[in-house]
């Protein structure tokens, strides 16, 4: 079964380095999300890509944090100067994107957990 | 924007009885309303969802209602059983975009 890639699963860094997160959705899944999920909490979108474009990326704190899709595939969300309160997982999510009724289903990866120190 | 409460946060139940988390959302226009179950380091995984146009949706022992004039939502889950112990998460979503909402997620925990 087809699933979201995510690389890396786990990232320790300090305050003030840089960290990247990867994101390879499903084959064909034209719409691709960056969620970040805070401990205790339900995950909240960050930025929202069709293909390559950005569609939302209205919660996405733009001083320190990046997204791209360049090719309209894989994505990179980076994150530059890391603070403490970034400490969270980073959920990657897909969806086929296509349909008249909505995107479809969110196919979400395994996460990136970021600890900064 | 779009706001989802959840409750309960935690909630314990005896296996083999039924379970109920019940979410409310604020934007009359939300139209699509899923439901994902999270284990413990793991991805949420869609378990059921519903559009605005059904009330009620059921798969085995789960079931989703919706009551759109009160504006809020709610999982059944009959039977429990201890693989059912995870977080679950609804979510509310306007139109096409697909930019789901989260609730901040309820921990069930079935006793054996």
């Known amino acids: 079964e087809a699933e979201v890639a995510q690389s890396p699963r786990y990232k320790i860094t300090e305050k003030s380095q840089a960290v990247a997160f990867w994101c390879d959705p499903i084959?064909?899944?034209?719409?691709l999300y960056w969620y970040r999920q805070i401990l205790g909490q339900g995950p909240e979108l960050l930025v929202q890509f069709q293909d390559e474009s950005v569609v939302d990326d209205s919660q996405l704190p733009k001083d320190r944090f990046s997204a791209e899709r360049l090719k309209g595939v894989d994505s990179t969300l980076k994150i530059q100067p890391a603070e403490l309160g970034d400490s969270a997982m980073y959920l990657c999510?897909?969806?086929?994107?296509?349909?008249?009724?909505?995107?479809?289903?969110?196919?979400f990866g395994e996460g990136s957990r970021l600890t900064v120190l | 924007g779009e706001n989802v409460e959840q409750h309960p946060s935690t909630l314990s139940v005896q296996e083999g009885d039924s379970a109920v988390i019940k979410c409310t959302y604020s934007?009359?226009?939300?139209?699509?309303f899923p439901w994902y179950k999270q284990e413990l380091g793991k991805r949420p995984q869609l378990i059921i969802d519903i559009r605005s146009n059904v009330g009620e949706k059921k798969d085995q022992r789960i079931a989703v209602t919706l009551n759109k004039t009160a504006k809020h939502f709610s999982l059944h889950i009959t039977e429990t059983q201890p693989e059912d112990s995870a977080v679950y998460f609804c979510a509310a979503s306007i139109g096409t975009a697909r930019q789901l909402t989260f609730g901040s997620g309820t921990q069930l925990t079935v006793l054996p």
């Open positions: 084959s064909g899944h034209a719409t």
């Open positions: 999510a897909s969806s086929l994107g296509r349909g008249l009724l909505g995107n479809g289903e969110l196919f």
């Open positions: 934007d009359s226009a939300s139209n699509y």
